[in-house]
């Protein structure tokens, strides 16, 4: 099991540009949540996913953000016309769905975001 | 509000020496603690949770609600043990919240 896959590790973009984060999902798992960790920052939640559904996105900003995990292929946060302070690591993990405390989030290594 | 404090950015001490990481949060029912574990160049991974009361690589958290702590320690630090702490509170069934981490240096 090769645990979670995120891609890319770094992107760099310019402001204004779109930025497409991936995220695949250990095997087995059908939870997906995504964390921004900003500079001198601990992880922040912004939103977590079922297959074709977004169950919480309270963490996500209102505008330019949005997160999709589709019945086949990963799942996506998508960045419209990013600004400098999007600038920060952005972190997936899965979980399997358990009941409870028996439910453990696995983290991807993280994708690195730098607007220039 | 719910909230994970980790009062020191970097903790060094010496090999062998005591290790004592710092949390403290704020949370109105009945929390789970973890503590997770990013070493150089690898992914945050779970280190321990309180409700599990286990000792991994040598490292115990007790969580003490009377001061709404969740201390990591260990009592002789390796060199191995060098790498970023986060402390982390689970709010509900899904939500974690973070703190910012403690780097912690072990030198030889």
């Known amino acids: 099991n090769a645990g979670v896959m995120q891609n890319p590790r770094h992107l760099v973009r310019r402001r204004g540009q779109e930025a497409r984060l991936r995220c695949s999902p250990m095997?087995?798992?059908?939870?997906v949540y995504w964390y921004r960790q900003l500079p001198e920052e601990g992880l922040k939640f912004m939103v977590y996913?079922?297959?074709?559904?977004?169950?919480?996105e309270s963490g996500m900003p209102k505008e330019r953000f949005s997160a999709e995990f589709p019945k086949e292929g990963p799942s996506i946060l998508r960045i419209q016309q990013v600004v400098r302070g999007d600038s920060a690591a952005y972190f997936c993990?899965?979980?399997?769905?358990?009941?409870?405390?028996?439910?453990?989030?696995?983290f991807g290594p993280g994708t690195r975001l730098t607007v220039l | 509000a719910q909230r994970v404090t980790q009062p020191e950015k970097l903790l060094s001490v010496f090999k062998g020496a005591p290790v004592e990481l710092k949390c403290n949060y704020s949370?109105?029912?009945?929390?789970?603690l973890f503590w997770y574990v990013q070493y150089s160049r690898q992914r945050l991974q779970l280190l321990l949770r309180?409700?599990s009361r286990e000792s991994i690589k040598g490292f115990t958290a007790d969580l003490n609600k009377g001061e709404t702590s969740f201390h990591l320690k260990k009592p002789f630090a390796q060199e191995e043990d060098s790498a970023m702490y986060y402390c982390?509170?689970?709010?509900?069934?899904?939500?974690?919240?973070f703190g910012t981490g403690t780097r912690l240096k072990v030198l030889a």
């Open positions: 993990a899965s979980s399997p769905g358990l009941a409870g405390s028996r439910d453990e989030q696995f």
């Open positions: 095997k087995g798992h059908s939870h």
């Open positions: 996913l079922q297959k074709e559904n977004i169950i919480d």
């Open positions: 949370y109105s029912g009945s929390p789970e």
């Open positions: 309180h409700i």
């Open positions: 982390a509170l689970k709010g509900g069934t899904y939500k974690y919240i």
